[in-house]
């Protein structure tokens, strides 16, 4: 009897969510898209989180229809009700706040955002999930006023499930954003770039069965060029499951049982595989395929390692032309969203000769990484360790390894990712080279395919450029950042330098460059001239071509983007101005200097 109430109880009892592990490869399950306009409030003084004594409805024991994620409405015109969804205005998702109100261009803090929805299972025994491409930085999510959860970091995405939340009709979505910057956060206070805040890439409803397929990794094994490895993780260990990989067009068909964790690893060897490659960007369609499901990918095979001073794609030495890139629409001045954003920057690098993009300073939405993939660009992708981070504290570890954990887990079928970035100018400390370490062995624990880097800095002792930073020990590929003409050092002597960098490795340098106000002309004796960028970079790729180990370059940066920290009136007015090309879509002089250089190392390296 007792056990029979029970039952009775937890039935009654609404299902409340918690976060599960991140879905991937989501534009190819069933999906419903939440894009559009959302309600929004605006909230610096959490007014809608806190109660008069600062305690969170969200932990009271009693819920309050003060909270704004109770999106609570009365007729009784007496009550008192201080927020109304309904009668806000709105903004675009995805979108940064920023540039859509001009009110809300340097807000920092939280708003509210409101999303309403009708929704038809198409199967009664399915499962329903809410993803979240990107919000930042901080995000609190409620459905029906119930909270699925919260994630930190701005960058990454995430999902809850929300199956016994979700109702046929006036469903409502509130999430809280608050995108204030922290000492503890990743990254940190101090950034060189737009705090855009706000649900920055898609919002998706996902419809899965009731055993779904979770999580997969199909690579080449390795240092094997004939053995195509990896997993499949069903969501559901209870029972044992066939999973079968199929790749019709290496004539792969292999069928394997899942283990008591749901979960199958697998071995395939094959021959004639089309290598992957910038020149040739084969994509096969693979198919993994359940009693339940069945789930398309298209994915690239091919081979990457160092070996003493060489990168090698396909066994074969490489020299990465490259560029770095933000993920802002510069034309628009807004954080980039979508696929013909990344469709114009990959363009750009394609026409400045670039077989590389360093995707700076955090993961880029998925649609720049699956275009790279398409288009043949081999891909440096970063977590946002940059500057000063707290490296003393334990948590900020954990959330830089749970952001490195979603870029990794979001991106690890694709060919293009050559490189995972651990950080970029971190000051050398023993706290520090702690934190790396610990950053560089999760992210081989997590995938051994791809190599290992991080932005450097070198310094200059006696009169020679020194590299040996104790944490090039660790990286497969050393990369530095130089900025010699610009924060320092003389142009006319610079292709004269001297070097000592102390690893026998691959050397990348992963930024270098200058501003320029596109359309200001003048001398090279002028700063912020087109000239004189022109110089810098002429001068600095002249030195570039005598670094010892020198097997790559990207520049920084593709096009002016905006930064609070540039702040000089008439040049800067708030964009740095290194870009190639202009916010305006614009190239300046020094793009054609690094396109030249390009078509002159691409022939040295056929």
Known sequence: MLKHLLIKILLIIPFISISQELLINTSNRNITSLNGTWSYIVDPYETGYYNYRYEPYDQLSENNNSAFYNNYHTTDKLELVEYDFDKSLTLTVPGDWNSQYEKLFYYEGTVWYKRSFDYSFLNENNRLFVYFGAINYKAEVYLNGKKLGTHEGGFTPFNFEVSGIVKPTNNYLVVKVDNKRFKEAVPTINTDWWNYGGITRDVKLIEEPKTYIQNYKVQLKKGASKIISGYVKLNDGSTKEEVTISIPELKINKSFISDDKGVVQFEIKTKNISFWSPESPKLYDVFIKTTQQTLKDEIGFRTIETVGPDILLNGKSIFLRGICIHEENAMRGARAYNEADALVALNWAKELGCNYVRLAHYPHNEHIVKLADKMGMMVWEEIPVYWTVDFT??????????????????????????????????????????????????????DDTRLVSAALEKH???????????????????????YTGWYGGSLEDAPNAKWDIKFNKPVVISEFGGGALQGLHGTIQERWTEEYQEYLYVQNLKMIEKIPNIRGVSPWILNDFRSPKRVLPNIQDGWNRKGLISNHGIKKKAFFTVQEFYKNIKLQYQ
């Not at 293009?416 to 610990?438: C, G, Q, V, Y």
């Not at 200059?460 to 130089?482: H, P, S, T, W």
């Open 460 to 482: 200059f002792k006696d009169g020679v450029n020194v590299v040996d930073d104790e944490i090039g020990n660790y990286l497969d590929i050393v990369a530095f950042n130089q």
């Open 393 to 446: 504290n334990e948590t900020t570890l954990n959330n830089a390894k749970n952001q490195l954990t979603e870029a990794i887990t979001r991106d690890k079928n694709r060919a293009s990712i050559i490189i995972w970035s651990m950080a970029n100018e971190t000051p050398p400390s023993n706290d520090r080279n702690t934190f790396l370490k610990n950053l560089i062995n999760h992210s081989k624990s997590l």
